[in-house]
Antibody, heavy 128, light 113 residues
Framework: EVQLLESGGDLVQPGGSLRLSCAAS????????LSWVRQAPGKGLEWVSG????????YYADSVKGRFTISRDNSKNTLYLQMNSLRAEDTAVYYC?????????????????????WGQGTLVTVSS | DIVMTQSPDSLAVSLGERATINCKSS????????????LAWYQQKPGQPPKLFIY???TRESGVPERFSGSGSGTDFTLTISSLQAEDVAVYYC?????????FGQGTKLEIK
């Protein structure tokens, strides 16, 4: 079974940095695009960033562009989010999520960037 | 950016009755080359991550009860629960994945009347 486990959330001061990790198991990691989605306390979902299976293509929300960097290490089955110049409005639970779909021995089938597996999330609090 | 607007913000329905949640996108999410609507629905319960229920606007994810259905095309979409059960109490989100950023609606809180 696919499992995603985020870590790295913490209390950090405004202007500080943090790196989140998402360790994946139960899948051929490099075959799947992944994203980070966040949820501020008591609020809705906000898509943050996405990355292709190879890592060659990355995408960002305007709210984090230039401050956050998504990356992945396919040899370690791990997704990362480097967050710099953190602001109070970045306070949220950060989820990693896998693109919907599956791969068999011959091909991969996906249903676009609709996410079929999510981690439990890691809390980032930006406050002085 | 494509703006997703859900209605209503909250909804109270009696057990066994139909529940309908609407989602409108600021521009079409129908990709003409494959005739697919890049629209998903998620259910989120307190303290849990979201769970994918519907993708391509109308395809139920594996394991999702048949009482859940998605419909619509272009800019207007609907999630329907044909007969509300107690375990369906949750917040429901629509999401477009036609273009980045892959925006979500603000959520609809579904409760029992």
């Amino acid at each position: 079974e696919v499992q995603l486990l985020e870590s790295g959330g913490d209390l950090v001061q405004p202007g500080g940095s943090l790196r989140l990790s998402c360790a994946a198991s139960g899948l051929t990691f490099s075959r799947y695009a992944l994203s980070w989605v966040r949820q501020a306390p008591g609020k809705g979902l906000e898509w943050v960033s996405g990355i292709s299976g190879s890592g060659g293509r990355t995408y960002y929300a305007d709210s984090v562009k230039g401050r956050f960097t998504i990356s992945r290490d396919n040899s370690k089955n791990t997704l990362y989010l480097q967050m710099n110049s953190l602001r109070a409005e970045d306070t949220a639970v950060y989820y990693c999520a896998k693109i919907g779909g599956y791969c068999d021995s011959t091909a991969c089938y996906n249903w676009g960037w609709a996410y079929d597996y999510w981690g439990q999330g890691t809390l980032v609090t930006v406050s002085s | 950016d494509i703006v997703m607007t859900q209605s209503p913000d909250s909804l109270a329905v009696s057990l066994g009755e139909r529940a309908t949640i609407n989602c409108k996108s600021s521009q079409s999410v129908l990709y003409s080359s494959n005739n697919k609507n890049y629209l998903a629905w998620y259910q989120q319960k307190p303290g849990q991550p979201p769970k994918l229920f519907i993708y391509w606007a109308s395809t139920r994810e594996s394991g999702v009860p048949e009482r859940f259905s998605g419909s619509g095309s272009g800019t207007d979409f609907t999630l329907t629960i044909s007969s509300l059960q107690a375990e369906d109490v949750a917040v429901y989100y629509c999401q477009q994945y036609y273009s980045t950023p892959h925006t979500f609606g603000q959520g609809t809180k579904l409760e029992i009347k």
